[in-house]
């Protein structure tokens, strides 16, 4: 019942901006932390960006100063805000949400269906 829907991603030059969101379609009684992540081809799925549930944001070293990861809980929604964007940054971005639908359930981990990030050189 629970989908994390994606948008936002595209195809952008170098130097461009993008903003990602990811909308959770369902409720949750608690989340935990939010994230979004990136694979590129032949590479591992790599953390990109997160942030917990009392706000607290960490961030991968090549995107530091140039991504900000932010939140609106009362649309369960996370956003991606891209700056300066490289073509190192192409690759699929995932959103995830680390939460319980249910105040008797354990916190799992959901993750949306990508969205295609392509930053030209």
């Known amino acids: 019942q629970v989908q994390l829907v994606e948008s936002g991603g595209g195809l952008v030059q170098a130097g461009g901006s993008l903003r990602l969101s990811c909308a959770a379609s369902?409720?949750?009684?608690?989340?935990?932390?939010m994230g979004w992540y990136r694979q590129a081809p032949g590479k591992q799925r790599e953390l990109v960006a997160a942030i917990t549930s009392s706000g607290n944001t960490n961030y991968a070293e090549p995107v530091k100063g140039r991504f900000t990861i932010s939140t609106d809980n009362s649309k369960n929604t996370v956003y991606l805000q891209m700056n300066s964007l490289k073509p190192d940054d192409t690759a699929v971005y995932y959103c995830?949400?680390?939460?319980?639908?249910?105040?008797?359930?354990?916190?799992?981990?959901?993750w949306g269906q990508g969205t295609q990030v392509t930053v030209s050189s």
């Open positions: 369902g409720t949750f009684f608690s989340i935990n932390a």
């Open positions: 995830n949400y680390n939460a319980a639908r249910r105040s008797w359930t354990r916190s799992i981990d959901y």
